[in-house]
């Protein structure tokens, strides 16, 4: 690992500058998680609403204690189980986490990226960092350091380069209340394993008592022009105009088509759908064509980001 650009990254951090980090789901643009003034310029540079709050990266698990209050066992047993990797966990905040980071709420949520370098990074400071997608607000999340200067140009902040995203779709969100578990977003972990794991308890999809604060309908959406189709047959009827095909494991090989799941492996799809639409989005296109995947494991956060995606503004 190269040392001195983890050094510049975090002596950066340290003068409240912000990063471009690399994580194993999506680029995050990170802050010292204690420094509102570092936290408001990543609102600034992502036009992101206030009232949206921000996920805190921690590197090990004993830095969790100072932020949380009464964490559960049940919490404590998925941190264990999955940490670090792409799971994200709300938890009620302790005094010491600044309402910047929260949107004033009383909760706050966690994660610990599976990056090496990342890793490294927090292991050189005495703070945690806050970290959205390094995306501007509802643009794509970025899983290359190439996307990040196509949206940022000249204004885009120190990235610590590590290549390609390995799961390349956002954490999943847990969150706990007296009702049991909730997934406020479904991400790089399929339910099924988080559900392995809580044995009885059932994990509730859309919690109407839960206020899922950031999630807006259209998210995650590419510039071009995306359309939900439900069969291959139906791609024929926009022959006239300069479109392409994207499908999750299908046998057909078809003019326009792009293939993210060769042999139907969901977690190449995953790891690629963003970069395809990043590309797809320089290529002057009028639309983006999609059929779905199977609707099951990693096929569900697939789904739900194709959603979004397709939702007109
Ligand atoms: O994979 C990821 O989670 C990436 C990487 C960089 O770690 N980060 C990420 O952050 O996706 P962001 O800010 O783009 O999305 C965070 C989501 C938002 O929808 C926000 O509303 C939700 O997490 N969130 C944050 N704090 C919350 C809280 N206390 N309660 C409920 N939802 C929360
Ligand atoms: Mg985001």
Redesign the pocket.
């Known amino acids: 690992m190269r040392f001195k650009e983890i050094e510049k990254a975090a002596q950066l951090l340290r003068e409240g500058e912000l990063v471009v980090?690399p994580?194993e789901?999506?680029?995050?643009?990170a802050a010292n998680a204690f420094d509102p003034s570092a936290i408001q310029k990543i609102y600034d540079l992502k036009k992101?609403p206030k009232g949206?709050?921000?996920?805190i990266?921690i590197g090990k698990l004993e830095d969790l204690f100072k932020l949380v209050r009464e964490p559960s066992k049940m919490q404590l047993a998925l941190a264990e189980t999955f940490w670090p990797g792409?799971l994200?966990l709300?938890f009620n905040?302790s005094s010491i986490v600044p309402d910047i980071?929260?949107?004033g709420?009383e909760?706050?949520?966690i994660?610990m990226?599976n990056n090496a370098k990342t890793l490294a990074l927090l292991d050189q400071l005495d703070f945690p960092l806050v970290?959205?997608?390094?995306?501007p607000f509802t643009y794509i999340?970025p899983t290359h350091p190439d996307h990040l200067k196509l949206s940022y140009g000249e204004h885009c902040p120190f990235i610590l380069d590590d290549g390609e995203c390995e799961v390349g779709?956002?954490?999943t969100?847990i969150?706990e209340t007296k009702e049991g578990f909730h997934c406020?977003?479904q991400?790089?972990i399929p339910i099924k394993d988080i559900e392995r794991k809580l044995g009885e308890v059932i994990v509730t999809q859309k919690p109407s008592a839960?206020?899922?604060?950031?999630?807006h309908k259209k998210h995650y959406s590419p510039h071009t022009k995306v359309k939900i189709i439900n069969d291959l047959s139906e791609a024929s009827n926009f022959k006239d105009i300069n479109y392409k095909l994207i499908t999750f494991g299908t046998k057909n090989k078809l003019d326009h088509q792009i293939e993210l799941a060769p042999n139907g492996d969901l977690r190449q799809a995953g790891k690629r759908l963003y970069a395809t639409f990043y590309e797809l989005d320089k290529s002057d296109l009028d639309l983006i064509l999609i059929l779905r995947p199977p609707n099951d494991g990693l096929g569900l956060t697939l789904n739900d980001r194709l959603t979004r995606a397709s939702q007109q503004s």
Do not use: D
């Open positions: 980090i994580t789901t999506v680029y995050g643009l992101r949206n709050p921000l996920i990266h792409p994200t709300v905040r980071v929260t949107a709420q909760t706050v949520a994660r990226p970290a959205p997608s390094a995306n999340s779709l956002e954490s969100i969150s406020l977003r991400g790089g839960i206020v899922t604060p950031g999630m």
